[in-house]
């Protein structure tokens, strides 16, 4: 019996040695199920042994081998779909093996219910095949007993084969992964090797489509081009023909990004769009639509990028739902990238000829520099060029205010049926200013999504602008003239509609406002330069108004008009007034270049009109509209209706100098930005102001001269005669007291008293008739009016001039018509005839006859002329007669006596009212002529 036994547990050892040799070696599966089916069915001799392996994608149980001692098992090769709670699904997700003690009974056995009561199974085994942890199927071994165990031999020998088995099932799957595996490389090499043949972008194109659709087999394999002015995808190549496929799944012909700014963005940022089942890489809003728009369920989009440029993507397109693989997405992006190095050398000839487009707008541009071509001419031309270059509609040029930082305008191209660009624009936030430095260019393909020009966008909605390009154009301070305020300019051109700006546009762009801002700053330095040389001009305008004029009216007539031409002003006052007299008056009125004289005369209070104070407090120009301006301020102003702004400046000299007169312009031509022509304004005026306070100084310090000659002159005269007076009385005193009278002589001495007496008040009256001279006339002559006697006048006059007649031995004849009275300064006129008596005697030759005649030349004046025939020079009586030089140091016989003196008594008798006149006539007469004012009764 032992030898029996032994022989027997050999033989089951060598069945299943070669059992499991068969497992090891045996690559077809038909033949290890066969062979496992064999082996249990002989070792345990069950009812029934099924053997099903598990489909993960479907879920499901294949029927792939049976053994039946009934019937046929052949129909047990079908599917069983496994479903939750079921055992056969618990079986195969918790990998451990289940009895079952009657299988006909059993709720969660599903359809093998019915099929135990087929095969009159009862007592049940469900083994999984595992390996690791992978489930590759099961195994159901039915008894017809119920309630039946398995002892641990038979469990031996289930895990020895059936683990045997599960381990040949991976074995088979893995080399069958890896005979199905794809190979990129190979699809790699096969395009590389027929792009050798391709000369056109979309050969190359068409092969990328062609291998990508064989490696992955989607429904529709398409490649999507970028268009830039639009702002839109459109399909350029497709692996299918034309078909009569339904709209509805037909593949988009092109995308518009309008809605989809997500999947742009994405795009352009290099990223992978992936949409496949229950996982997509874009908000779910976004998704739906970008599926509906492509008429797909499930998508693979890979961008198409050269130089950060997204030239366009390419779609894998599916019209179920899809699981990507990594291979898949892998092979996508490395296609992708291939086309994006192929795109731009297969266009290299397009390339080439927007290089030469580039070139030539360049060079013109730099024609254009060395050439005469005025700045608009320029900027119109260029303009012109780069928009039909770059396919663009709007080009401003744009120019910091230093003052508010806005942008003003200046120059837009216009274009028919556009509205032009009428506001500046405000300044660019800390964050764009810090990228236009760093940069040098703003590009948007569409500002409305994208705050970054937010305060732009009320203008440019007014406009319809939606898309532009903006770019600095210089920022080299250190080449600005030091006298120059800096401004910095921009370039900004833009489109209608959305668009794409590529880095060649954005380099284009630079070039072309690097040289338009070396041409505006040329244009800043000629107009520097053509202001200077204006303000030169009008400094020397100035200077020669100074030369040819010495009357404060004309003076300030000249200067006003120069102003009044150089700035065009269509309204210009002149107001002025004294240090003294704080009432203003319009002495100069200009309307449209035009000098008006003022038909009433207007006071200004100085320090209480509202326009005025304001001016006088502002360093420079003030600025106002004239609706501001109460009524009282706007009655004087008499401003026309079409001028809404008053621009006014003082007339300034020195700090310490009150300012006595202000310009004031109604509606200047005068732009804010224009700080060359407001300096230009305020020198021209600070030129007039001070040449107006010269002229003054110099005309007061004249007066004063004069004044003062006069009086020293005057005074000389009276002191003579006081001298002449006071001494002859004291020399006739001091006779009295050494008068040899004895002292007993009453009668005698009676007569001496009376006759001290009478010198004693003689001298009193002289000094007494001083006392006028010292009380009134100090610093200025007093001119009285008295009535005189010309016979009394003449009489007095000759007993002064009698000794000077004596002592050169002249004679004096006097002829009067009648007794005549004057009007005039008694003291003055006797000192006046006395002069003039005087200088004819000392020019006379001696043993002369000196001539006065009196006669009524009308019932107002009356002329009195001394002649004489004594020797005088001519020049003395040009000079008397048109007046002496402008420039006070030229010698002149004026400033000394004769002549001096002789201009002392024109200015006197002038005072009067009268007039004199010397003239030599025929034969040597000298005559000099008054006439003077007769007293009208």
Known sequence: ?????????????????????????????????????????????????????????????????????????????????????????????????????????EPRAGDWCKLAQTYKIHSTLLYPLRHKDRCFGLVLLGSGHKGGRTDANETEHLSIVLGGLATALYHIEIEWQRQQSKHPNASLLKLLSEFRSFARL??????????????????????????????????????????????????????????????????????????????STLKAEVTR????????????????????????????EGKHPRIWQTSDKTFVRGMAQLLGLIAPLAATNDTIKQIEDNHALTAEITRAMISDKDWPILLSSTAERLCQRLKIEYFFLLEENPTNHQFDLLYQNPLPHHRLLTTPLTALSPDREDQLQQ???????????????????????????????????????????????????????????????TQAEEALVKIVAQQLGLIL????????????????????????????????????????????????????????WTESHRQGEIVLRYEQQQLIRPQTQITIDIDRDSLIKPVLATQGIFTQPINNLPLSTRQWLNFPSDCDQVLAIALRTHPHHQSTGLLILGHSPIEEESEQTIKLLEGFVTQLAWMRRYLRVQTRLSQEREELQWLNWYKQRRLEELYRGVGSRV??????????????????????????????????????????????????????????VVSNLLRRLRDRIH?????????????????????????????????LLLIACYRSHPIGIIEIKVQAIDEHHLELVISDRGIINPQLIRELEVGRSADVLTPSSLDRPPGQHLLIVARIIQQMGGQFQLQQVEEGLIISRLILPLNVP
């Open 1 to 105: 019996m032992g030898q029996q036994f032994n022989s027997a547990n050999s033989v089951q050892a060598m069945t299943l040695s070669r059992v499991l040799q068969t497992l090891r070696e045996e690559d077809n599966i038909d033949v290890l199920l066969q062979t496992s089916l064999s082996y249990l069915q002989a070792k345990f001799n069950y009812r029934l042994i099924w053997i099903g392996l598990y489909d993960r994608l479907d879920h499901q149980l294949v029927g792939k081998a049976a053994k039946s001692l009934d019937e046929e098992s052949s129909f047990l090769k079908q599917r069983f779909t496994l479903t939750p709670g079921d055992l056969l699904e618990q079986v195969i997700i918790q990998l451990q093996p289940i009895a079952i003690a009657d299988l006909q009974i």
């Open 202 to 279: 979309d050969h190359y194109l068409e092969a990328v489509i062609k291998e990508t659709h064989r490696f992955i087999q989607p429904t529709r394999t398409n490649i999507y081009w970028y268009h830039q002015d639009g702002r839109y995808f459109w399909r350029r190549s497709s692996n299918l023909k034309k078909t009569l496929e339904a709209v509805i799944t037909r593949a988009a012909s092109g995308i518009n990004v309008q809605d989809l700014t997500e999947f742009y963005q994405a795009l352009a940022a290099d990223r992978l769009v992936v949409i496949g089942e229950s996982h």
């Open 289 to 316: 639509c970008l599926m509906r728009r492509m008429r797909v369920r499930s998508l693979l989009a890979a961008p198409i990028i050269f130089n950060q440029e997204l030239l366009g993507f390419l779609a894998l």
């Open 439 to 501: 940069t040098g260019v703003i590009a948007l393909e569409q500002w409305e999504d994208n705050p970054t020009l937010s305060a732009w966008s009320e203008p440019l909605r007014e406009i319809g602008l939606r898309s532009l390009l903006v770019c600095l154009m210089s920022d080299d301070r250190r080449a600005c003239c030091q006298q120059m305020t800096y401004r910095r300019s921009l370039l900004v051109i833009g489109h209608s509609s959305p668009r794409t700006w």
């Open 521 to 576: 700053h040329q244009w800043h330095l000629n107009h520097q330069v053509q202001v200077q040389h204006q303000l030169n001009q009008m400094n020397a305008k100035g200077w020669q108004i100074v030369r040819e004029t010495d009357d404060l009216g004309e003076l300030e007539r000249c200067f006003t008009q120069e102003i009044v031409e150089a700035l065009s002003s269509r309204l210009l006052l002149l107001v002025t």
């Open 731 to 788: 020399k006739q005193l001091n006779e009295l007291e050494q008068s040899p009278f004895p002292n007993g002589d009453e009668h005698k001495n009676q007569l001496t008293h009376l006759r001290y007496q009478q010198l004693l008040r003689q001298i009193s009256q002289t000094l007494a008739s001083t006392s006028s001279l010292l009380k009134h006339e100090q610093w200025q002559l007093h001119n009285r009016k008295d009535l005189i």
């Open 803 to 835: 000794p000077i007649l004596k002592n050169r031995q002249l004679g004096l004849q006097v002829q009067q018509q009648k007794n005549l009275t004057l009007i005039a300064d008694s003291l003055k006129l006797e000192l006046v005839l006395y002069e």
